[in-house]
């Protein structure tokens, strides 16, 4: 083995390793948990000691994506067998299912107002950037700042502002409306992170497009964006991250059409006692599409985050 | 293929003036080199050229038309960067066929033509090669086969050696003027290196603080420079210079420097003020007899010539000899200075006087 300065022994890399597996657990035991309940029963999910090894059951998801209603044991003779693994699991309980739960309808919003949000911040964001990378704009520092200053605020200082003001114009509780308020929240960061990472992108590549004959928008669109794509991404990863998670605002202003999951897990427990498995549930499959999208674009945002801080 | 006439073209940024009304013509074919140190307006100059940059004033004629509000892409300009500015997400192939994608050339057409290109270069075997891993060199290749693809009317070219190693700078400068020779096409290529200007160039700008200083051909340049600023940014070692005593009347050939009388071509033109006398290093021969006397204080030898450092009566002077004549440190020399190459300047315009020499001549 080389005996460069920069190489590790096997003991130093033994230890080093040993550390980062040890944090890594620490703070993957509370998910592991959470998708550990989801699997269980009722009973297992608040049994003292708890259960590490049990007996898995989908009881949780069943519970959350269903509403169900109590009927006597007589009642419950006198149905006929049940249809699906779903019905046979409530049955066990004594139930039957009345209906499919909000969950579905609630995450799907979320999906559509996190989405759709992050695109429109990153999609006014990029062209606002671009114009102040490459412009000269008057008072461009000023405005600069301005935009910077609507995040200074904390959100819930304004949220009864715009509470009354949405239900002036009738976009409380409305997927546009709960578009348009994340995207503005969204739009100082995107903007921000998206001009210093057009700053870096050298203006001969465009000026050489414009040489080759492309118009300005062909040459910010065929050079310059993906060239960015770096930053969009990890911008993208920032707003969605904030507008899935937002749980203020979402329990202002939705209640029903648009309400997003953040406010509908909690009213789970409400329904037929602290049902943990379908909270665990709910909170596995909320946090899946973050995760999705983040590993989608994680070689983007690794690189993203420490882009700049190196010279190429 | 072209020729470019510049006419009163000026760039202000804000208060900044970063070139002022200057005028000059580039010839069909030429290879044009605009000169100066850095922030002089050549770059910029290039750019208002090239419609980069929106000129405050005056106007640029390409082929009789003028262009000057023109966008880049109306007029048919190719322009080499001095990063290159090839486009890193896409290969060499793809870089060099980018402008034949704008004018929707057919694609079989578009292969032919970037395979002709590449002949050209030499760079067939990297044509599918991404643009990050290659050398120095061979990105000015595809930066040139990007330029050259589409018969531009003109090159505009800002540096394009100033990023490669000096061994490689020699072979690419030679390279591009047997581009330029074979292609015969106009050419505009900004430098701040005077020798690469004097090397490659038909026609040399200097430039400095955003104007014009001179232009003219190399030789001209180098043996009649019109001020102060030329003569002493062009020439390595670059000239000496002497004060003059007193003033100078029309038709005077001879001057004195801290009373040593000194020869020079007839002059056309009188100065009141302070005068300063200019004469090359290879412009003085060593003489017992001859005036002024100066003491040998260094010595540089440099091959074929040796630079010698001298102070002499009149102040210090550096003469250019031949390598074979010995010459030691301390040892006195007079001085010989070849009258007809001698030029004077007016202290207070640093512009050359007119003499036999600077004959009455030019104004862009």
Redesign the interface.
């Known amino acids: 083995m080389s005996h460069s300065i920069t190489d590790a022994t096997l003991r130093q890399k033994t230890i080093a390793g040993t550390l980062v597996i040890l944090y890594a657990s620490i703070t993957m035991v509370p998910l592991l948990w959470i998708f550990m309940t989801g699997f269980k029963t009722p009973p297992d999910s608040i049994s003292y000691p708890p259960k590490i090894v049990y007996q898995p059951s989908l009881e949780g998801y069943v519970n959350l994506f269903t509403t169900r209603t109590r009927v006597s044991p007589e009642k419950l003779a006198e149905l006929p067998p049940p249809k699906n693994f779903a019905e046979e699991i409530v049955r066990n309980r004594e139930m039957v299912i009345a209906g499919p739960s909000k969950f579905g309808e609630r995450f799907l919003n979320s999906i559509i107002i996190g989405f759709g949000s992050t695109f429109l911040s990153i999609f006014l964001g990029t062209l606002a950037a671009y114009a102040f990378s490459r412009f000269s704009i008057p008072l461009a520092d000023d405005l600069l700042f301005f935009i910077l200053s609507t995040r200074m605020m904390p959100p819930i200082a304004v949220a009864i502002p715009i509470f009354l003001m949405y239900r002036q114009l009738g976009l409380s509780d409305t997927h546009l409306g709960m578009i348009l308020l994340y995207t503005a929240v969204n739009i100082s960061l995107a903007v921000w992170l998206l001009k210093g990472f057009i700053d870096e992108i050298?203006r001969?590549?465009e000026?050489?497009?414009?040489?080759?004959?492309?118009?300005r928008f062909?040459a910010f669109y065929k050079?310059v964006l993906?060239?960015a794509a770096t930053g969009i991404a990890s911008t993208a990863i920032f707003c969605l991250i904030f507008a899935w998670n937002e749980y203020a605002f979402a329990v202002l202003l939705t209640s029903g059409t648009a309400q997003t999951a953040p406010p509908f897990i909690p009213t789970i427990i409400g329904v037929g006692g602290l049902d943990w498995p379908a909270v665990a549930a709910g909170a596995t499959l909320f946090l899946l599409p973050v995760m999705i999208f983040t590993v989608m674009l994680r070689k983007h945002l690794l690189r993203g985050i420490t882009f700049g801080a190196v010279r190429k | 293929m072209a020729e470019i006439v510049i006419e009163n073209l000026c760039k202000r940024f804000g208060a900044f003036t970063a070139v002022k009304e200057s005028s000059f013509t580039i010839e069909d074919g030429e290879f044009f080199m605009l000169l100066g140190p850095s922030g002089c307006g050549k770059t910029t100059t290039l750019r208002m050229i090239a419609g980069l940059e929106i000129p405050s004033g005056g106007k640029i004629y390409l082929d009789g038309e003028e262009i000057s509000r023109r966008p880049p892409s109306q007029r048919d300009i190719a322009f080499v960067f001095q990063m290159f500015a090839l486009y890193p997400h896409l290969n060499v192939r793809k870089n060099i066929g980018y402008p034949l994608a704008s004018q929707g050339m057919k694609r079989r057409e578009r292969t032919a033509k970037i395979l002709e290109v590449a002949k050209i270069l030499g760079i067939e075997d990297i044509l599918d090669h991404p643009v990050s891993g290659l050398s120095g060199g061979d990105r000015q290749r595809v930066a040139l086969g990007r330029a050259i693809v589409r018969n531009p009317k003109a090159f505009m070219m800002d540096e394009p050696l100033g990023a490669l190693d000096a061994e490689f700078r020699e072979r690419m400068a030679l390279e591009l003027r047997a581009l330029h020779d074979r292609m015969g096409a106009t050419t505009v290529y900004v430098t701040h290196d005077q020798l690469e200007a004097m090397q490659m160039g038909d026609k040399i700008v200097v430039m400095n603080n955003a104007v014009v200083e001179q232009f003219g051909t190399p030789k001209e340049i180098y043996e009649k420079p019109e001020s102060l600023f030329v003569a002493d940014f062009i020439g390595s070692p670059s000239m000496n210079f002497l004060d003059v005593d007193g003033a100078i009347a029309e038709g005077q050939s001879q001057v004195s420097v801290k009373g040593i009388p000194i020869a020079v071509p007839q002059q056309h033109e009188s100065a009141a003020g302070d005068v300063i006398l200019g004469i090359r290093p290879e412009h003085i021969r060593f003489s017992d007899r001859a005036n002024p006397s100066a003491r040998v204080c260094a010595i540089e030898y440099l091959g074929t010539t040796q630079v010698i450092t001298l102070q002499s009566d009149a102040g210090s002077i550096k003469a250019r000899v031949d390598s074979s004549q010995s010459v030691e440190i301390g040892e006195r020399v007079g001085l010989e200075f070849e009258s007809c190459r001698i030029s004077l300047f007016s202290s207070a315009t640093g512009k050359v006087l007119r003499s036999a020499l600077h004959g009455r001549t030019q104004d862009g």
């Open positions: 050298p001969e590549y000026e050489a497009a414009l040489i080759d004959g492309y118009t062909q050079v993906p060239q």
